[in-house]
């Protein structure tokens, strides 16, 4: 684990300035975790698409600013259906940044997480499962929302060099998490996926700021390893990846501690 006092000043600063006042703006802990996973797989279609009609009807239902939210939600657009002027939207992705960003214990969230990614209704995540949870988690974080903070405060240099940094790591972070959740096995039940967050790392999961954080920081560092081993990001080891981790939030801490224990 990373070393007490690694969090960058400049990425807390910018978290602060643009990043928390957007989820302000935005008012998505205005609504339980459970209500988004409810809403956003109730609209959706056999594809997992949900349409654009179907988004107005969910942001009434949850008294979400229109104005507001379907900027965001418009980064969670399926691009084939605008092939065929159709807006559809992912609703898997959606249910997921519900889940993150709504109202709910840890473990509540980590049980819809669970579920929104046991495609197979196995009542087991797979290799397969595991790895889908985690690209579309760090989509979110680090590029999704950097992308839209990017778009909403005019592309200043800042911002860009944060979203940049953010992106350029994104495949790392997925490997680390993916390394620490599936260990040696090749389903894990949902006990075992609750336990698993006893690890603080694994926690960046319903935390984009420590994740982006994370990447802001050791950005730099993976891109000299990707080019000292030719760019094989096989070669990039979990142990390499966690010496540059900062220590979590003291929130997370907390929020671990209070909600395992229990």
């Not at 070393?3 to 910018?14: F, K, N, P, Q, V």
């Not at 990043?19 to 302000?24: D, I």
């Not at 405060?153 to 860009?160: F, H, L, R, S, V």
């Not at 080891?237 to 003291?250: D, K, L, Y």
Request: proline share 2%; aromatic share 12%.
């Amino acid at each position: 684990m990373g070393c007490t006092g690694a969090r960058s000043t400049g990425s807390i600063t910018i978290e602060k300035n643009y990043f928390e006042k957007a989820f302000e703006k935005l008012g998505l802990d205005n609504n339980s975790a459970r209500e988004y996973d409810n809403h956003f797989h109730r609209y959706a279609n056999q594809r997992s698409q949900i349409p654009d009609i179907k988004i107005k009807k969910i942001c009434s239902e949850l008294n979400l600013n229109p104005e507001v939210i379907e900027s965001f939600f418009d980064y969670f657009i399926d691009e084939e259906g605008l092939k065929y002027n159709k807006k559809y939207y992912f609703s898997r992705k959606l249910s997921t940044t519900g889940i993150i960003f709504g109202n709910g214990s840890l473990v509540e969230k980590l049980k819809l997480l669970f579920g929104n990614y046991d495609i197979d209704t196995s009542r087991l995540l797979s290799k397969f499962e595991i790895r889908e949870m985690l690209k579309d988690v760090v989509e979110i974080h680090l590029v999704i929302i950097p992308k839209y903070i990017e778009d909403a405060t005019g592309y200043g240099t800042e911002i860009k060099t944060y979203a940049e940094k953010c992106f350029s790591c994104k495949d790392e972070v997925i490997e680390l998490l993916y390394d620490l959740i599936i260990e040696s096995n090749e389903s894990i039940t949902l006990k075992q996926f609750i336990r698993k967050f006893t690890s603080p790392i694994l926690l960046g999961i319903l935390d984009g700021a420590y994740l982006r954080e994370s990447a802001y920081k050791f950005s730099s560092e993976i891109q000299r390893l990707k080019e000292k081993n030719d760019n094989n990001r096989t070669k990039l080891t979990t142990m390499n990846s966690i010496a540059f981790m900062p220590e979590p939030h003291r929130k997370l801490q907390t929020i671990r501690e209070n909600s395992l224990s229990s």
